[in-house]
């Protein structure tokens, strides 16, 4: 018989199935970027309506933030970079971030 080379291997593995985090996508409200430009971004990068779009803008707006929508850490970083740039393009300071959900 071959010893195994380990003393006491394990004959069972616990499955470990983590499901990643989701990461929320935030808009930051700003002085500058005109309210038609950040309804715009919406809902090209994030395939808004515009009623949904309207009410992101808003809530941005009034209180400071607002969170767009949920995805997964990549999907949720590229687009906030997308949707940013998209300002910088037209020089707006229009901000989105990422941070992941509790
Ligand atoms: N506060 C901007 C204005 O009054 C509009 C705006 C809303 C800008 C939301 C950014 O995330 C934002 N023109």
Do not use: W
Not at 39 to 58: P, S, T
Not at 70 to 77: F, I, K, M, N
Not at 79 to 88: C, D, I, L, N, V
Request: positive net charge; hydrophobic residues 35%; aromatic residues 8%.
């Amino acid at each position: 018989m071959v010893e195994s080379p380990v003393k006491n291997p394990k004959t069972t593995t616990k499955p470990k199935v983590e499901r990643p985090k989701l990461h929320k996508v935030i808009l930051i409200n700003d002085d500058y970027t005109p309210r038609d430009f950040v309804c715009m971004v919406l809902k090209a990068e994030f395939g808004m309506g515009e009623d949904r779009a309207y009410k992101v803008m808003i809530t941005a707006h009034q209180r400071g933030v607002c969170v767009v929508a949920v995805y997964q850490r990549d999907v949720a970083e590229t687009k906030a970079k997308r949707a940013s740039e998209y300002g910088q393009k037209y020089g707006y300071p229009l901000m989105f971030t990422t941070e992941p959900e509790e």
